[in-house]
Nanobody, 124 residues
């Protein structure tokens, strides 16, 4: 089992940057593929990015490709989401998630464990 705690959210102007962090505890982080999802008010939770256990493979939603970068440091039990060129439509609560098996990277049901989320607000 793994526990996840996100941080780094906040208010930023359009065009700005934020770096989200996800601190993991419990089972060895390298046992899990990791993902980031987000949920805007009134909308369903959606996939943002995922990274394989070793960090050698990443996959992004089209809406963030080229602007966001997911990374991990297994030794520090940390996962990151660097967000650049932020847009108002990126406003959402961002969630970190862990998957024992990365069968369908963009599906919520692939992920076994979730954090509590961190708010990101992008003003225009």
């Amino acid at each position: 089992q793994v526990q996840l705690v996100e941080s780094g959210g906040g208010l930023v102007q359009a065009g700005g940057s934020l770096r989200l962090s996800c601190a993991a505890s419990g089972r060895t982080l390298s046992s899990y593929a990791m993902g980031w999802f987000r949920q805007a008010p009134g909308k369903e939770r959606e996939f943002v990015a995922t990274i394989s256990r070793s960090g050698g493979m990443t996959y992004y939603a089209d809406s963030v490709k080229g602007r966001f970068t997911i990374s991990r440091d297994n030794a520090k039990y940390m996962v990151y989401l660097q967000m650049n060129s932020l847009k108002p439509e990126d406003t959402a609560v961002y969630y970190c998630a862990a998957a024992s098996a990365l069968t369908m990277p963009s599906r919520l049901t692939t992920y076994n464990y979730w954090g509590q989320g961190t708010q990101v607000t992008v003003s225009s």
